[in-house]
């Protein structure tokens, strides 16, 4: 298993240097990236550092966690604050971010920790991948579903 922790401002600019570093950091494990899954890697980490930075604001926790075909991203927080995903009218210009990570993931969810939050995403990698998401995201403010499987706490 294969880990990476770092720190990224809470800042709209953060949110390209973040991916970057993300998919350089996959590269250098040689986790089993194509160029699909490259892009759906994109996007989710886009959308969950996006997610604190317009809800949240300070320092974001980045965490990688690769064991195998299996990704996991997380992005901890310093807010209580569980992320609800809301039906977004077509000429919106937000609102789609966790739906998004919800169909590209594996599992997805948050989870609360000492001093705020997790959002996290797992990704399945190389030939075992998935399409179909198994998030559990709130709708409504009620989860959609419970999970018990989470990583640790943020470090």
């Not at 991916?19 to 996007?43: F, K, M, S, T």
């Amino acid at each position: 298993m294969s880990a990476l922790r770092f720190f990224a401002p809470a800042a709209g600019w953060a949110v390209a240097p973040v991916r970057r570093r993300v998919l350089a950091q996959l590269r250098a494990w040689n986790a089993p990236l194509d160029e699909e899954v490259a892009h759906a890697v994109e996007v989710v980490v886009s959308e969950l550092v996006t997610n604190g930075v317009v809800h949240v604001g300070g320092v974001l926790t980045i965490g990688l966690h690769l064991d195998g075909d299996r990704l996991m991203v997380e992005v901890c927080d310093s807010s209580d604050r569980t992320p609800r995903m809301r039906a977004a009218a077509d000429d919106d210009e937000s609102g789609r971010g966790l739906v998004l990570v919800q169909a590209l993931a594996h599992r997805c969810g948050t989870q609360s920790v000492r001093g705020g939050k997790r959002t996290w995403a797992e990704l399945r990698l190389g030939s075992s991948r998935t399409t179909a998401g198994d998030g559990v995201f709130s709708e409504g403010g009620r989860p959609r579903r419970s999970t018990t499987v989470t990583p640790g706490p943020c470090w």
